[in-house]
């Protein structure tokens, strides 16, 4: 396992339609998080999984939006009725439990771009 | 709730020390955090601090002050590729999450 894989990379799409977004993340990681960056600013916290449980959604992430991690391992992300505020990169990180309450160091995928036209 | 606040831009020279530095607050900590990001890559952990004090990797250290809600990143012998977003972080409340800062944009010239 080489890492966190988000697929695909780039996403063009026009305003109203929905995307989807897939994570594979590094494959005895039990932790995966949702982030989403725009230009300029550090990733925004969208949404986290303990294994196949949603344990925490960010107020960012508004009803259009919904993950899921089906098996505890790979996780998607879909945005319904797209609109062009949703553009930003959307990125994947994994990290294994170690038992402490510590975030400790997350590994992130290469992101999925979403362009919406 | 948290605020973490560092310098949008900084520019340095090869072979020279920059710092670059992170103030937060925080309702609960668990841990400050500093990422990496060269444009259009993922973030990169470089470093990790839970108590007061520096820790030294390498070219880079971290210094972390959790009284003064204070942090600063030192990047030691300059050199063009460390020109990237450093990103400075704090663990949620609950721990369960990092938040992030906007980044600070280093440019590195020769």
């Known amino acids: 396992d080489t890492g966190v894989s988000q697929d695909p990379r780039h996403k063009i799409t026009k305003r109203g339609q929905n995307v989807t977004f897939r994570c594979d993340p590094i494959s005895e990681h039990n932790r995966l998080y949702w982030y989403r960056q725009t230009l300029g600013q550090g990733p925004e916290f969208l949404t986290y999984f303990q294994n196949e449980a949603q344990l925490e959604k960010s107020r960012l992430l508004s009803d259009r939006f919904s993950a899921e991690r089906p098996k505890g391992s790979f996780s998607t992300l879909e945005i319904q009725r797209t609109e062009q505020g949703d553009s930003a990169m959307y990125l994947c990180a994994s990290r294994a439990d170690t038992g402490r309450t510590n975030t400790g160091e997350l590994f992130f995928g290469e992101g999925s771009r979403l362009t919406v036209l | 709730g948290q605020n973490i606040d560092q310098p949008t831009e900084m520019t340095a020279t090869e072979g020279a020390i920059v710092q670059i530095n992170c103030t937060y607050q925080t309702s609960g900590f668990n841990g400050l955090f500093w990422y990496q990001q060269h444009a259009g890559e993922a973030p990169t952990f470089l470093s990790y601090?839970?108590?007061?004090g520096l820790e030294e990797k390498g070219r880079f250290s971290s210094f972390l002050s959790r009284s003064k809600g204070y942090s600063y990143l030192l990047l030691k012998e300059l050199q063009m590729k460390d020109s990237a977003s450093y990103l400075c972080?704090?663990?949620?409340?609950?721990?369960?999450?990092?938040?992030f800062g906007k980044g600070t944009t280093l440019s590195v010239s020769s």
């Open positions: 601090n839970v108590l007061d």
């Open positions: 972080a704090v663990g949620n409340q609950a721990g369960t999450a990092l938040i």
